[in-house]
């Protein structure tokens, strides 16, 4: 590449880099004014929003009191007595409630007891989570919530006390749209409210959603643009929040800035096209101006490249001043010189040869250190010099003197000879230094192959070091003992398919004579399935804090479970609380292995399905349970499909029949502990070796019967 074009090249990128930093100074300028006037216009619409719903929490929050006071004094707490209050109450000309207001009496167990609704499918307005939230609180709570999936609703909710205790809540609520026209008015745009799932659910222009449909996060506060058919619109999205104080939706708003926005679109575009034909015209006249300025130097080395051919009829133009004559002098000064090397070349002819020989003791001596094949050619190399140099006449010419106007065909004739010579040598050289560079490169791969076996090495130890910490820690959250009773002997085995695994088991008392036991299954193996390990077996034991009941615990799970369930993992399980002075056990199988029971004398049977899915598959889902009664002497016998999928050599499955048989055959009187030992030594005898491709899970349960004798809840579990 010519320096002319380097300079121009450098110049144009120095200016472009300067002039793109400018761009980036003004972009940043103007995106922190964005920002601030963003974050101006997001409190306006957050407060706005506040303020209208507080007022309409408001007026609900009246309408309650005045049914409340209406209600006073209850006729008694029983659900019939209460919905006959409210009958009577709702019938009263002094009662005055709009006839689209949804009015509704729920139990502190989630159950309708009254609503004023007439005809269709009637939900209650509170969820669980809310039911537990206003009774935690114990004061009334208003605010936004989705009653159904078309439809958001102010809701304003109150106690209903009977003799100082509060035995149901009373929830008064009323359309959104109304509040939503109101706020759109006042605020001068285009307003909706659309779920956490995206979707729209109430707005004032439906149409013109539709058009757009903007891209607004769900859980944070934003502003952006958008085009919509013939305007450009300014989107802007505030979270809103539900009685408990957890997103419900965004209120999106979208306001037409086609005016504004449109001469700050045409202002930017102007700018860009102004500075790109600043920058077109600045590089080219650099272009032409350094072309211009080097035309001179360019002839000055087009005669250097004469001399370099041994011409010197090239005449150098005298035009230029400063550095460009004093190269046009340098030049002729070189072609002096050209000569004098010429006829320095035939005095060093001598002295060449005896280098010459001196190079090949060397040679000889450097061959010596190769290995054989290599000093075998390297020996036969020298010879054939040595036989050339013989061969050769003595160069004629040497003591005459050359023409001066071509000094290069001169020494060709006496430098002939000389110049083979050399040549043989510096070829030799270059095969011999060829020779030890390529020993030299496989010892230093030798070298670095044994360096990264040596960091793989090191790697690979300290990762399985992890693991293994990995592992003692997901084992260490597992039960380590059995409950501190004598009602029941249980215990229970996990060893995971890797170092990680997704199955857990757990059992602990619930208060003095409820003990709960659960075995899951979680989707996948390794990391992901531990950690999702960890947070249902830590959920599944608050959820008794809430409830003793085995399908309100999951369901609960469930909700949580899949509410941001982004990676689609699921769990099957089987849980149960048993009455252990009864031994009636209450349970939900929520898509897992039914376990086995075995009567005391009698034969092994699989416990009835209730018929529930996987959990965190979907929310809202409703589980089923069912109950069995225990006699002492009875054993329950619950696992994971590593069991009953384990494979042998031959690729043959053990099996449910294989496990119902063992169970079968156990002794009466064998332990827990030796009941699941028995399960782990049958499948890997049945394995025969091969590799473990599940996590294997065992638990078992012998019921001993009733005792007066009191205990404490056990480390593990929860005392209510």
Not at 178 to 194: E, H, I, K, S
Request: net charge negative; proline share 4%.
């Amino acid at each position: 590449m010519l320096l002319r074009t380097r300079l121009t090249l450098f110049l144009s990128i120095a200016f472009i880099i300067i002039l793109g930093l400018l761009l980036l100074a003004g972009e940043e300028r103007d995106s922190s004014e964005t920002n601030h006037y963003a974050t101006v216009a997001i409190a306006g619409q957050s407060a706005l929003w506040k303020v209208l719903l507080r007022t309409e929490v408001d007026s609900l929050d009246d309408d309650a009191s005045e049914i409340v006071a209406a209600l006073s004094p209850l006729s008694g707490s029983e659900p019939a007595s209460l919905r006959a209050d409210m009958v009577r109450t709702m019938a009263r000309p002094g009662v005055t409630i709009r006839p689209t207001d949804i009015v509704q009496v729920i139990g502190l167990q989630g159950e309708m007891i009254y609503s004023n609704a007439i005809g269709g499918e009637q939900r209650p307005l509170l969820d669980k989570v809310a039911l537990s939230h206003i009774m935690s609180s114990g004061a009334r709570l208003g605010g936004l919530t989705q009653d159904n999936p078309n439809r958001f609703v102010v809701l304003s909710v109150s106690p209903l006390d009977v003799n100082g205790r509060t035995v149901a809540l009373l929830a008064v609520a009323r359309d959104a749209t109304p509040l939503l026209m109101r706020f759109a008015a006042d605020y001068g745009a285009a307003t909706f409210l659309v779920s956490l799932r995206g979707r729209m659910i109430a707005g004032t222009d439906p149409v013109l959603w539709h058009d757009t449909r903007p891209a607004v996060p769900r859980r944070r506060a934003s502003m952006t643009t958008t085009e919509g058919r013939t305007q450009l619109l300014l989107v802007t999205s505030v979270p809103v929040k539900d009685l408990t104080g957890g997103s419900v939706g965004v209120l999106v708003s979208l306001r037409d800035s086609s005016e504004t926005l449109g001469d700050v679109r045409a202002v930017e575009q102007i700018g860009m096209i102004v500075i790109g034909a600043f920058l077109v015209l600045t590089l080219g006249w650099l272009f032409f101006y350094l072309r211009r300025s080097f035309r001179p130097l360019e002839g000055a080395i087009g005669v250097l490249r004469a001399l370099s051919r041994g011409d010197t009829a090239v005449a150098i133009e005298e035009s230029g001043d400063g550095e460009i004559r004093a190269i046009a002098d340098t030049v002729s000064v070189f072609r002096q010189n050209a000569i004098a090397i010429e006829q320095t070349k035939m005095e060093t002819e001598r002295q060449r040869r005896r280098q010459e020989r001196l190079i090949r003791r060397q040679l000889e001596a450097l061959a010596r250190t190769l290995e054989t094949d290599g000093r075998k050619a390297v020996m036969e190399d020298l010879r054939a010099i040595v036989d050339q140099e013989r061969a050769l006449p003595a160069p004629a010419g040497r003591t005459t003197e050359p023409p001066a106007a071509t000094p290069a065909a001169a020494g060709a004739g006496a430098g002939a000879g000389g110049d083979d010579q050399l040549g043989l040598l510096a070829s030799l050289l270059q095969r011999m230094s060829a020779r030890i560079a390529e020993q030299h490169r496989r010892l230093r791969e030798l070298v670095d192959e044994l360096r990264e076996s040596i960091a793989t090495r090191a790697k690979l130890a300290g990762l399985q070091q992890e693991l293994e910490i990995a592992r003692d820690l997901q084992l260490s959250i597992l039960p380590r003992s059995s409950p501190a009773t004598d009602r029941v002997d249980v215990f229970g085995r996990m060893v995971p398919a890797k170092e990680i695994g997704g199955d857990f088991y757990d059992y602990f008392l619930l208060g003095r004579d409820k003990l709960a036991v659960v075995v899951a299954d979680v989707s996948g193996k390794g990391v992901p399935a531990a950690m999702f390990m960890a947070i249902t077996r830590t959920l599944l034991k608050a959820t008794t804090l809430f409830s003793e009941k085995p399908s309100a615990c999951i369901e609960m799970l469930n909700d949580v479970l899949s509410a941001e369930n982004e990676q689609m993992m699921f769990v099957t399980l089987f849980f149960g609380v048993m009455d252990l002075e009864t031994g009636e056990m209450a349970y939900v199988n929520a898509g897992h292995n039914p376990p086995w029971l075995k009567r005391a004398g009698g034969q092994p049977e699989m416990l009835p399905p209730t018929g529930g899915m996987a959990v965190a598959v979907i929310g809202e889902q409703t589980y089923r349970e069912a109950a069995v009664r225990l006699a002492p002497g009875d054993l329950l016998v619950l696992y994971t499909d590593g069991v009953t999928e384990a494979f042998d050599i031959d690729e043959q499955a053990y099996g449910d029949d294989r496990l119902g048989r063992l169970v079968d055959g156990l002794a009466p009187g064998l332990t827990a502990a030796g009941i699941t030992a028995a399960v782990f030594s049958d499948v890997h005898s049945f394995e025969r070796g091969a590799t473990q491709a599940d996590d294997i899970t065992c638990v078992a349960l012998r019921y001993a019967g009733p005792s007066h004798t009191p205990h404490q809840s056990s480390a593990g579990g929860f005392s209510l």
